[in-house]
Nanobody
Framework: QVQLVESGGGLVQAGDSLRLSCAAS????????MGWFRQAPGKEREFVAS????????VYTDSVKGRFTVSRDNAKNTKYLQMNSLKAEDSAVYYC?????????????????????WGQGTQVTVSS
């Protein structure tokens, strides 16, 4: 059974940094596109970032461009979300997701429906 486990969340102050990790078990996802989403209280889950199978192609939502960086380590079956210059509006539960369907090597995905497996989420709280 596939499991995705996020870690690295916490309580930080505005301007600080955090690095989220998403470790996959039960299957190797070196040949899968991966994504990060977040959900703040009372809001819908929204797309944050995606990284293609090739580890090079990435896409970000506008509000995090230049501050967040998504990466992957296929040897460790883990992906990361480096978050710098955090703002109060970044506070949310962050989820990682993996697409297991056929995927072109350079394709990224921003829609929730594009993903097949989800982690349980990790809380990020940024105090202003």
């Amino acid at each position: 059974q596939v499991q995705l486990v996020e870690s690295g969340g916490g309580l930080v102050q505005a301007g600080d940094s955090l690095r989220l990790s998403c470790a996959a078990s039960g299957r190797t996802f070196s040949s899968a596109a991966m994504g990060w989403f977040r959900q703040a209280p009372g809001k819908e889950r929204e797309f944050v970032a995606s990284i293609a199978m090739n580890g090079v192609s990435t896409v970000y939502t506008d509000s995090v461009k230049g501050r967040f960086t998504v990466s992957r380590d296929n040897a460790k079956n883990t992906k990361y979300l480096q978050m710098n210059s955090l703002k109060a509006e970044d506070s949310a539960v962050y989820y990682c997701a993996v697409r297991s369907r056929y995927t072109p090597r350079d394709s990224t995905y921003s829609a929730m429906a594009s993903y097949d497996y989800w982690g349980q989420g990790t809380q990020v709280t940024v105090s202003s």
